[in-house]
């Protein structure tokens, strides 16, 4: 090969690594709405929203996830994914809308309105409503030496919001064989369940980048993760109540 034709060929490989890096950065669209299903494997009221959100995580524009709790525990069987904090999280909501109610299975969407979560119609109102408005900021994530970076930056301007960034990690598929309790004898499947909740940073309306270690998105079981901000705000006790969801961003599947 002569001499300009390797000049060439080195520069369009140059050229495709360059194109290739800027859309590793390149902000992903925004989702339309983050939907949080509050759901009990001792629940018989259950497994139909169980189903639903399994159906709208199919939805590229969507962000949907499952939060089992544990309140129901004593119904004769223990939630194997429940966690005392989810319950504690779906509390909180309740208590920073005003409305006090705390059900399963219930759906939270955007942190902000609440709907039956298998009522289909209901949450897809309030997914519309939501898009119309959009989130007020875009996230970009990189994974690069064992550290997560996450680009947080203002869409239509600089605001005023006062949000903690977190990182859930997720298993996108679990199904589990119920023994006992109100579903005994089925097994109840369920999409992206989430793990746990680290904190990994604030944002403050402006353009910004937090790092964060790669284990902040790993956890037993799981195989993803989705990185939110959330606005929050003190209780009269001092706890943090987690408010509206302001921007959401799926990491890439682990292999």
């Known amino acids: 090969m002569s001499p300009r034709p390797r000049h ?3 520069t369009v ?9 800027a859309q590793a950065q390149t902000p992903a669209k925004p989702p339309k709405a983050v939907i949080e299903l509050f759901t009990s494997q001792g629940c018989s009221s259950c497994p139909p929203a169980d189903a639903l959100v399994v159906e709208l995580a199919k939805d590229p524009e969507l962000i949907a996830l499952t ?11 223990k939630d194997t994914l429940g966690k005392d904090s989810f319950a504690k999280r779906q509390k909180f909501y309740a208590k920073a809308r005003g409305d006090g109610q705390v059900y399963t299975p219930q759906v939270v969407i955007n942190g902000a309105a609440h709907a039956i979560g298998s009522e289909r119609a209901e949450i897809e109102k309030a997914v519309s409503q939501f898009a119309a408005t959009g989130f007020a900021a875009r996230i970009a994530l990189k994974e690069e030496n064992g550290a997560l970076q996450i680009q947080v930056a203002p869409i239509g301007g600089e605001s005023e919001a006062t949000a903690g ?6 298993t996108h598929q679990a199904a589990v064989p119920i023994a006992r309790g109100e579903n005994q004898g089925r097994t109840l499947s369920y999409a992206n369940v989430v793990r746990g909740m680290v904190r990994v940073g604030d944002w ?3 353009e910004t980048t937090v790092t964060a270690p790669l284990s902040a998105t ?3 079981e799981a195989d993803g993760y989705v990185v939110i901000v959330q606005a929050e705000r003190p209780s009269k006790y001092g706890h943090m109540m987690p408010g509206a969801i302001l921007g959401a961003a799926k990491g890439p599947a682990k292999r």
């Open 13 to 21: 490989a140059a050229l495709a690594l360059g194109m290739a890096a």
């Open 67 to 77: 939060l089992p709790v544990t309140y129901w525990d004593y119904l004769g069987w």
């Open 8 to 10: 060439l060929a080195a």
């Open 165 to 170: 960034i977190w990182v859930l990690p997720t």
């Open 204 to 206: 403050t309306g402006k």
């Open 218 to 220: 790993e956890a037993p």
